[in-house]
């Protein structure tokens, strides 16, 4: 159905959300009409926070807001839906719209399969009537859902439209660009020729796939790269893991700006805990590129200064390839924990491709991999 159309239906006036593919019809119409307003759309760090945001909007208004995500963001959600927004706790009302990546029968990414499966599972445990809008979907079985959606919201509880594959259509165009000049696969391409035969711990979407195509491109082996394609906002985490317990090891964390703001507490952690192995690379794109190139709140804060406030040793912040290329050589020889910004052109290759090793592969060859180094 239209997006217009669903909209209309719905009729909220706050809407706030985490990026998806899936409701890229959605997130563009949304970006076209309010761009980002704080009075009706706020694009949120992760999706308990929009839970969290949209309750507090509730609270101020007694208006239902909307809260949008893919459905990797119900882990997110789940804290507050039961604690916060659960009849049994304050009643309070939220329109959950979902994109149903992995839904079962169609072909998705091995990160998405299970996520999938308990999808429609996960929100009934949570108490949320949910309705799947597929293709070929009515406009007026929509009216008709929501109709009887009201009288749950009414009742302090929460409901949910989930969004299948071509679920949602939007015809306008939004178009995202920044002015920063390098791109993030000839980013990734500079961390590569210099971390060497380093371990690297790469972010969820497509750093990932480029990292993996530049190992092909390189005739290298995959060996040494742990692609997080899923759990979006943890690589860090998991190169803190690698890197405490590998001490004599440089391990490189690549992460992106959406992921880094979606678990930012994980950067006071890294620094609290300070391993002199570990770098952490920000791809800043300010961007949530991979799902469509919505924005972020990344070009309004001050990375480095945070990174330096969290007690990373050595910082920098770099927009260009002769300073990349320095930094990164300065991060390879010293014996600090390392925080490096690089200032990212939104946008990819149209015909960037996907790991052809499965996750599991991907697992053991790089525990193998630490095990001899
Ligand atoms: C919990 C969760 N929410 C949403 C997504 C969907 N998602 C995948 S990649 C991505 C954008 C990542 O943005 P960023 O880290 O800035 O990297 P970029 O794509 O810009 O390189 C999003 C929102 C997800 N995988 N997991």
């Known amino acids: 159905m239209r997006v217009e159309d669903f909209i209309k239906i719905i009729n909220a006036e706050f809407y706030t959300g985490v990026p998806d593919s899936q409701l890229k019809s959605l997130c563009n119409y949304l970006m076209t009409k309010y761009g980002i307003d704080p009075k009706h759309h706020i694009i949120a760090a992760n999706e308990g926070n929009c839970t969290a945001l949209a309750a507090g909007y509730y609270l101020a208004t007694g208006k239902v807001p909307v809260v949008y995500m893919q459905n990797s963001g119900e882990g997110n959600i789940i804290n507050p839906v039961a604690s916060l927004l659960n009849d049994n706790v304050y009643g309070i ?24 499966k308990v999808t429609v599972k996960l929100l009934e445990d949570m108490d949320i009537e949910s309705f799947v809008i597929s293709k070929d979907t009515l406009t007026e079985e929509v009216s008709d859902v929501m109709n009887k959606f009201r009288d749950n919201l009414s009742k302090g509880k929460s409901v949910a439209f989930i969004i299948g594959k071509g679920g ?157 290329d320095m930094v990164l050589l300065e991060a390879k020889a010293c014996e600090k924990l390392v925080f490096i910004e690089v200032k990212s052109a939104i946008g990819a290759r149209d015909d960037l491709g996907r790991p052809t090793t499965t996750a599991t592969e ?12």
């Open 362 to 373: 991907n697992k053991k060859n790089f525990m193998e991999y630490l095990i001899r180094i």
């Open 93 to 116: 009302p939220v329109i959950f719209v979902v994109g149903w990546r992995g839904e079962p029968g169609i072909h998705d990414e091995p990160q998405h399969i299970y996520q999938g």
């Open 168 to 324: 949602l259509s939007y015809d306008g165009e939004a178009n995202y660009v920044n002015n920063n000049v390098m791109c993030r696969e000839d980013i990734i391409r500079h961390i590569v020729n210099i971390s060497g035969e380093d371990p690297i711990i790469s972010t969820t979407g497509k750093a990932s796939r480029e990292l993996f195509e530049v190992r092909v491109e390189n005739g290298q082996s995959h060996k040494q790269d742990f692609l997080t394609v899923g759990s979006m906002g943890h690589s860090s985490s998991i190169a803190l893991g690698v890197a405490i317990n590998k001490p004599n090891q440089k391990i490189w964390c690549i992460d992106g700006d959406g992921a880094t703001l979606m678990h930012m507490g994980s950067m006071a952690v890294i620094g609290a805990s300070a391993p002199n192995n570990l770098v952490h690379i920000v791809i800043n794109n300010e961007a949530h590129e991979s799902v469509g190139g919505m924005p972020t709140v990344a070009s309004k804060i001050d990375l480095v200064g945070i990174a330096k406030a969290c007690g990373y040793c050595y910082t920098a912040c770099v927009d260009n390839f002769e300073s990349l």
